[in-house]
């Protein structure tokens, strides 16, 4: 379908950006990498008066270091994520999950910010924001603020972005010392996922010293298992682990469609939370 009439503006810099889009008001809208706004423009669920396109804005891009976090520019690829050597050596749990992302036709022009701000809650990329603990900088015309993954994402397909303001980067805490693993379940390739759990565990002597899981597509926002994060404290073997995972889906509320029930979605975040957090200790 033939997208609907809209003006173009295509800003060299962070501070030209937000100008534009606060003229703009409700009826602007960013393209990023356009792999979820262009779908949504074609098929005719968005019509906005003005596009935005900040993919020549040079100061989003790049991965680098500051502290104990890593900051990557809002418009880092998942291509440039998945193969970035600080991002695979300080967030493993970020680059194995964004090779998920979709096929790599995909992964070469889509954007992590892109991603994040399109707030989709069956989207691989939120759920691992929120087990990292990472960090939103947006840029407003009063200025920068930060805010946490756990306040982003609001409800479904929308994120605490003002409609004047432009992400920018991604604060990730660096996870050195924790293992990892990103599992999901999609009927068939480059699909969506129907549940997907991407988990931290640090291990000490054996057993879980803690762990943080987060749940794709159970709930019209990215959720924590915090059920499961606290019965998994202390649990030293896989019995202990298959135990904790039954409480990965409560406080829940995936919904019903032709994927599956929410029954169905429940078992599966249980099933994926065991599997995953089994993997994560493998590797420690």
Request: glycine content about 10%; proline content about 7%.
């Amino acid at each position: 379908m033939i997208p609907p009439a809209f003006d173009y503006a295509r800003p060299s810099s962070v501070d030209e950006a937000v100008r534009t889009l606060a003229d703009a008001g409700e009826e602007g809208k960013v393209l990023a990498g356009g792999q979820s706004l262009l779908p949504l423009l074609r098929l005719r669920l968005a019509f906005p008066e003005l596009v935005v396109d900040v993919g020549r804005i040079p100061e989003l891009r790049g991965v680098r270091e500051d502290g104990d976090a890593l900051v990557i520019g809002a418009m880092t690829t998942h291509h440039e994520v998945v193969h970035d050597p600080l991002v695979r050596r300080h967030a493993g749990l970020l680059a194995e999950a964004t090779a998920t992302v979709a096929d790599p036709a995909v992964r070469h022009r889509g954007t992590l910010g892109g991603s994040l701000a399109h707030a989709d809650p069956a989207g691989d990329l939120p759920a691992v924001a929120l087990a990292l603990d990472a960090e939103l900088v947006v840029a407003g015309p009063g200025g920068r603020r930060t805010i946490p993954a756990r306040e982003f994402f609001v409800d479904y397909l929308q994120s605490a972005l003002a409609p004047d303001e432009l992400l920018v980067e991604v604060r990730v805490p660096k996870t050195d010392g924790w293992s990892f693993h990103y599992e999901k379940f999609h009927p068939v390739a480059q699909s969506w996922a129907i549940v997907g759990v991407a988990a931290l565990v640090r291990g000490d002597g054996g057993h879980v010293a803690e762990a943080r899981i987060a749940l794709t597509n159970m709930g019209p926002t990215p959720l924590r298992a915090t059920a499961a994060e606290r019965a998994l404290s202390g649990a030293d073997g896989p019995e202990a682990v298959a135990r904790a995972a039954e409480a990965a889906a409560e406080d829940t509320r995936p919904a019903r469609d032709l994927a599956g029930s929410p029954e169905y979605r429940e078992h599966l975040a249980r099933v994926l939370t065991r599997r995953s957090v089994l993997t994560a200790l493998e590797r420690g």
